[in-house]
């Protein structure tokens, strides 16, 4: 399971690479380039899912389940 991601933020475009927390889904994020305010878009369970090159460890789990 990997818990490194790149987050790319909608607003200014920029990456910053951040660790995934292995037991919860992220709800915020502060980009580190803007200061923009990173929320989950809608359907998403976290901003990892929603901004990031791979989705959280709760949903890498549920993947390898299926």
């Known amino acids: ?10 607003k200014c475009g920029k990456k910053q690479e951040a660790t995934m927390p292995t037991d919860a889904c992220q709800h915020f994020y ?7 305010m990173l929320k989950p878009k809608e ?4 901003v990892f899912c929603s901004y990031a090159d791979i989705k959280c460890p ?9």
Not at 58 to 66: R, T, V
């Open 1 to 10: 399971m990997k818990t490194e991601a790149i987050l790319t933020c909608p």
């Open 30 to 36: 502060k980009c580190i380039h803007c200061g923009e």
């Open 43 to 46: 359907g998403d369970c976290c």
């Open 58 to 66: 709760p949903k890498q789990a549920e993947a390898l389940q299926k």
